[in-house]
């Protein structure tokens, strides 16, 4: 397995520690999402197997460009875990402006950004990942609940995966072992398998 991690903070040397206590080599990039652009700087270049996106989503102004962005880049699935309201109407929520940068508008909608969970069925439905299931939280507290004040109204984080409608289809098994290697890894945005 190589597993790559992104994020604008610098996770290499928790990605040194985790390799090294867990035998794995998952590789670490910093890189910045930049709304403008929908596009990471530096740019994530190929395709992987699974990408997850965790606790991300609420942070970009506009989510369904970023959902198009992991979505080209996944070759069998995609994991995501961020705030999705139930709500039959396809609405993006969006709070207060500003909360950790200091874009312009509407950039400056940065933190608790949230679509409903029928306009990401909807909108990865659309993309090519027709296929979905709700990974509920096991007895054990994984994924935790979101206590987060940035995510009002207070919600627990959900998390839900995709598979292509042909191709490749990710197992039962696989998923468990996905789901523990995310839980593992804790910080792994994309994943190749
Ligand atoms: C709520 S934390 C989630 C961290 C991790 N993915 C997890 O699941 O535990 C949000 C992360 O998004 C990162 N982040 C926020 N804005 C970003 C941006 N524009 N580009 C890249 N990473 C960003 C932050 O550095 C932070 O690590």
């Known amino acids: 397995m190589v597993a ?32 403008t652009k929908y596009d990471f700087v530096p740019t994530i270049v ?7 996106c965790m606790a991300f ?25 961020s705030g999705f309201p139930r709500d039959d109407a396809m ?7 500003h909360q950790f940068s200091n874009l312009p508008f509407p950039w400056s909608f940065d933190a608790g950004v949230a679509i409903s969970d029928s306009l990401l069925i909807y909108a990865m439905s659309e993309i090519g990942f027709p296929n979905v299931v709700e990974i509920l939280p096991p007895a054990d507290g994984w994924p935790p609940v979101c206590g987060n ?5 207070y919600e627990p984080l959900r998390g839900f995966l995709f598979t292509r409608s042909t191709g490749v ?14 839980r593992d890894f804790g910080e792994s945005l994309v994943s190749r398998i």
Not at 76 to 81: D, I, K, R, Y
Not at 91 to 97: D, F, G
Not at 149 to 153: D, Q, R, T, Y
Not at 169 to 177: A, D, M
């Open 4 to 35: 790559t991690g992104v994020d604008a903070g610098d996770f290499t040397e928790a990605f040194a520690l985790l390799n090294k206590l867990l035998g794995g080599d998952a590789r670490f990039v910093q890189a910045q999402y930049e709304p």
């Open 46 to 52: 190929g395709q992987f197997d699974v990408v997850s």
């Open 57 to 81: 989503l609420i942070h970009v102004p506009e989510p369904l460009h970023l959902l198009r962005y992991i979505a080209d880049r996944a070759r069998h699935a995609v994991f995501l875990w």
């Open 91 to 97: 609405i993006v929520r969006y709070p207060k402006l």
């Open 149 to 153: 004040p940035l995510m009002a109204p």
């Open 169 to 182: 289809r990710v197992t039962e098994p696989q998923l468990r072992g996905i789901g523990r290697r995310i």
